[in-house]
Every structure is written in structure tokens, then in C-alpha cells.
Nanobody, 115 residues
Framework: QVQLVESGGGLVQVGGSLRLSCAASGSIFRLSVMGWYRQAPGKQRELVAGITSGGSRNYAESVKGRFTISRDNAKNTVYLQMNSLKPEDTAVYYC?????????WGQGTLVTVSS
């Protein structure tokens, strides 16, 4: 029914920037809550940033001021702009869509921040 396709992960130097994209199929995207999660080695999955259908945003304390989540409903796409990257940002990043009882996850994309 609904699929999420992620892009933009890769290797970046400390202090660098990266932009993740997540494109969703289906007409329910604009009604959804979208989120970016990450899971680092040996750690539990955590919410990095979320955005509601109305554009309200929230961020994990560790990324406030460095990361920005946004959405383009015309393109059915959510973005995560990551600036001033740190080694502790290294993780697999997952896109998530939630609306009503429906929850969909992307396959994950690896972000590696090297020193």
C-alpha cells in the first residue's frame, strides 16, 4: 500500500553536512506524522525529529540547532538536513510514517561520520 524510499546517506567528515530524503507513495502522506529515527551500534532506536501534518516539529535534545526536519506535501517527501555532524551521529537512520492505525518504516540508510 504505502512505501517509503530513502536516499542521501553516506560517509561524511566531522563538521560536515548531509541531507536525507524520504519519498512516500500514496495519497495519505499529507495527513501523516513523519519522523526520522536512528539506531547506533549497541543502542536502542531513538526519535531524532518529527513533523506533524500541520508542520509542528520536535527534536531530540542532542540534535537541536543542528538538524532540521521539513516536508513537501506536493512531493510526498520528508527531509532531514543534518549540519555540524559529530561522530556520535553515526547510525542507521530510518524514516517513519504514522497515520491512524497505519505505521510504515523505511529500510534504513547508514550515516557514518568520520574523524
Amino acid at each position: 500500500q504505502v512505501q517509503l524510499v530513502e536516499s542521501g546517506g553516506g560517509l561524511v567528515q566531522v563538521g560536515g553536512s548531509l541531507r536525507l530524503s524520504c519519498a512516500a507513495s500514496g495519497s495519505i502522506f499529507r495527513l501523516s506524522v513523519m519522523g526520522w529515527y536512528r539506531q547506533a551500534p549497541g543502542k536502542q532506536r531513538e526519535l531524532v525529529a518529527g513533523i506533524t501534518s500541520g508542520g509542528s516539529r520536535n527534536y531530540a535534545e542532542s540534535v537541536k540547532g543542528r538538524f532540521t526536519i521539513s516536508r513537501d506535501n506536493a512531493k510526498n517527501t520528508v527531509y532531514l538536513q543534518m549540519n555540524s555532524l559529530k561522530p556520535e551521529d553515526t547510525a542507521v537512520y530510518y524514516c517513519n510514517l504514522h497515520v491512524g492505525s497505519l505505521e510504515v518504516w523505511g529500510q534504513g540508510t547508514l550515516v557514518t561520520v568520520s574523524s
